[in-house]
């Protein structure tokens, strides 16, 4: 069974430009989660799809950052435009029904934001 | 709001030696505890769990206790292995509310040398 991947995996770019990032979750988990960690910091929720619909997005930081998850398969975060601070990693984790423990996480995307 | 805070790294030890990282948490009602880590160039995965106060959870040699008194879940391992070289994550959920998102510390890394 294919685990969670992220492309790319590394993606270095200069402030005002657009990035997106996108994320292959198992096949069949219905949840979708984005998460990032910023300058070695603590890893932090971003946002969460249910199939295609967001369920809980109180973790995006501002409008610059847009996901979709078109069709409840993969999921794209889009970074427009880039600033400075949004360099990190950001990670992609999949599970499947509501009350699943374990989330399964993708290897990460290193974003460097120049 | 809710929180997890876990021993800066990095921590360094020898072979065989014992390990202990420490996490404590802030959360309201009863969170799910767990214990993550990210070997290199890999992913994030699950190293083991607890559900409720008193419950210890365990896998590859790693143990940690729910303590609700000391609101702590302390990782623990007698003997580590060159292997056991990661970068280690405490992380809270509270799935009744919150479809599983979770709460990270700010992770620890472990350099087991030879």
């Known amino acids: 069974e294919a685990g969670v991947t992220q492309f790319p995996s590394h993606s270095v770019i200069e402030k005002g430009q657009t990035v997106t990032l996108r994320c292959d979750p198992i096949?069949?988990?219905?949840?979708l989660y984005w998460y990032r960690r910023v300058m070695g910091k603590e890893i932090k929720f971003l946002l969460h799809?249910?199939?295609?619909?967001?369920?809980?997005e109180s973790g995006m930081p501002n409008n610059r950052f847009l996901a979709e998850r078109t069709g409840g398969t993969y999921s794209t975060l889009k970074v427009q435009p880039a600033e400075l601070e949004d360099s990190g990693v950001y990670f992609c984790?999949?599970?499947?029904?509501?009350?699943?423990?374990?989330?399964?996480f993708g290897p990460g995307t290193r974003l460097t934001v120049t | 709001g809710d929180s997890v805070t876990q021993m800066e790294g990095p921590v360094t030890l020898s072979e065989e030696a014992f390990l202990t990282i420490n996490c404590t948490y802030t959360?309201?009602?009863?969170?799910?505890l767990f214990w993550y880590v990210q070997y290199p160039g890999e992913g994030l995965q699950l190293l083991l769990k607890?559900?409720?106060?008193?419950d210890k959870g365990s896998n590859k040699g790693f143990e940690a206790t729910y303590r609700k008194e000391t609101t702590s879940f302390h990782l623990e391992k007698g003997s580590v292995q060159v292997s056991d070289s990661a970068v280690y994550f405490c992380?809270?959920?509270?799935?009744?509310?919150?479809?599983?998102?979770?709460?990270f510390g700010a992770g620890t890394q472990v350099v087991v040398t030879p």
């Open positions: 992380a809270l959920s509270k799935t009744t509310d919150s479809w599983g998102k979770l709460q």
């Open positions: 959360a309201t009602g009863y969170p799910s």
């Open positions: 607890a559900t409720k106060a008193d």
């Open positions: 799809f249910v199939k295609e619909s967001k369920q809980d």
């Open positions: 984790a999949s599970s499947q029904g509501r009350s699943s423990y374990e989330q399964y």
């Open positions: 096949s069949g988990h219905d949840n």
